[in-house]
């Protein structure tokens, strides 16, 4: 696979995982222009994360059924058409529906990483999972800040007419140069396919051990982004939104630096670049609890935090993938209901230990993930050592 039909790939994960935070910024224009109490806004990103969790379930296991270009391109075009939904709501009620079809429409970025994996040569495919989803990264950390200055120059409105406008733009680049790909031969029924998705936490030990990494880091990456606003925005500090959105820059330095992690998985060392980047993830939650002190180490904070995560999240990957494309769909829509469930968990505990405690606490419960996620690999490393030693036993008897 040429580098930049790679690149492309990237670029439009980088666009779709955005739909399901350019709200973020929007939620009080939203509200107040659709006459809806402050109360009830989270309802934007309640359905949305309801459809984007839905979706993981039952249509990106689809990439192991039907041709992925074809998948993909639906997705796109129906994405379009749910975010021009909701660029042109004027109820409420219909702006959620369109939101939940904009999140459950979202998950073509998983088949687009799998799509990347089963296309490259199979020397090369922690390399292409760690392009795509470096794209996938930005994606999340750009959205809000992109949202946040095209609202203020034309409207929330204008967001995601905008979105569905590049999105049209995407489908019809990849329709031209996109490679096709061939379908299983033996092909399950739908629901056999959906079921097998369950069965795979059963059977596959590998997804169940990088499920738990994807769960842990993620909860400690949303922990740190979906708290942080508040110390910045209050006193003393009290930055403005767009000055706070500057700090998404700084986690995409690191997570540039970290989508290389696929290229060492593909060496090989991939248990290395994973207990390394859960050392580093841990250890970045001590310049961050600094925020009131030098927001300099704040930054430093937030870039080795993304670089960390962003590297065991390519490697999870790139291993769960290497040499089984017939799976892959299902092996990312299972390993990613992980990493949904650790968002949620981390973005609902960080608020409540934020309300009682404050920001130490954050940081406090923050390292409380990372060092778990490193205990893991800890302990799954002496399992390894020591089967290892009991095979060497064996042999020598």
Not at 80 to 104: E, I, K, P, R, S
Not at 177 to 200: D, N
Not at 214 to 241: C, D, E, K, R
Not at 369 to 392: E, I, K, N, P, Y
Request: hydrophobic share 55%.
């Amino acid at each position: 696979m040429r580098r930049w039909i790679t690149l492309l790939l990237a670029t439009t994960c980088a666009l779709a995982v955005a739909t399901v935070y350019i709200a973020q910024p929007l939620l009080e224009s939203m509200a107040r222009d659709l006459g809806v109490a402050q109360g009830k806004v989270g309802w934007v990103v309640g359905v949305t994360q309801a459809g984007y969790a839905l979706g993981l379930v039952l249509i990106v296991p689809l990439g192991d059924l039907v041709e992925r270009k074809r998948l993909l391109l639906g997705q796109l075009l129906l994405s379009a058409l749910a975010l021009v939904g909701v660029g042109m709501a004027q109820q409420w009620a219909l702006l959620l529906v369109a939101l939940t079809l904009t999140g459950l429409m979202a998950v073509m970025v998983q088949v687009m990483v799998a799509y990347a994996a089963t296309l490259a040569a199979p020397a090369q495919q922690g390399q292409a999972v760690g392009t795509v989803t470096g794209g996938v990264v930005l994606g999340i950390l750009l959205a809000r800040l992109a949202s946040g200055v095209v609202a203020d120059l034309a409207g929330w409105r204008s967001v995601y007419l905008a979105c569905a406008g590049a999105l049209l733009l995407m489908a019809a680049l990849l329709l031209r140069y996109l490679p096709g790909t061939q379908p299983a031969a033996h092909r399950p029924g739908y629901l056999r396919l959906i079921g097998s998705l369950f069965s795979l936490y059963r059977h596959d030990r590998l997804l169940r051990q990088r499920g738990l990494f994807g769960l842990l880091i993620f909860a400690a990456f949303s922990v740190l982004w979906s708290s942080m606003v508040l110390p910045l925005s209050t006193a003393p500090l009290a930055l403005s939104h767009t000055q706070i959105g500057l700090f998404g820059l700084a986690g995409v330095a690191g997570a540039l630096a970290a989508s290389r992690a696929g290229r060492l998985a593909d060496r090989g060392l991939g248990e290395r670049t994973t207990g390394l980047a859960l050392a580093l993830l841990t250890l970045s939650w001590l310049p961050t609890a600094f925020v009131g002190q030098s927001l300099l180490a704040f930054a430093l904070g937030v870039v080795l935090l993304d670089f960390a995560v962003q590297a065991v999240h390519v490697t999870n990957q790139s291993l769960l993938l290497a040499g089984r494309a017939a799976l892959a769909s299902r092996l990312i829509g299972a390993y990613m209901c992980c990493y949904s469930l650790g968002s949620g968990v981390g973005a609902v505990l960080a608020s409540g230990v934020y309300g009682r405690w404050g920001w130490p606490a954050v940081c406090l419960l923050g390292a409380a993930f990372s060092a778990a996620a490193l205990g893991c690999w800890l302990w799954q490393g002496r399992t390894r050592a020591a089967a290892a030693a009991l095979r060497c036993s064996g042999q020598n008897l």
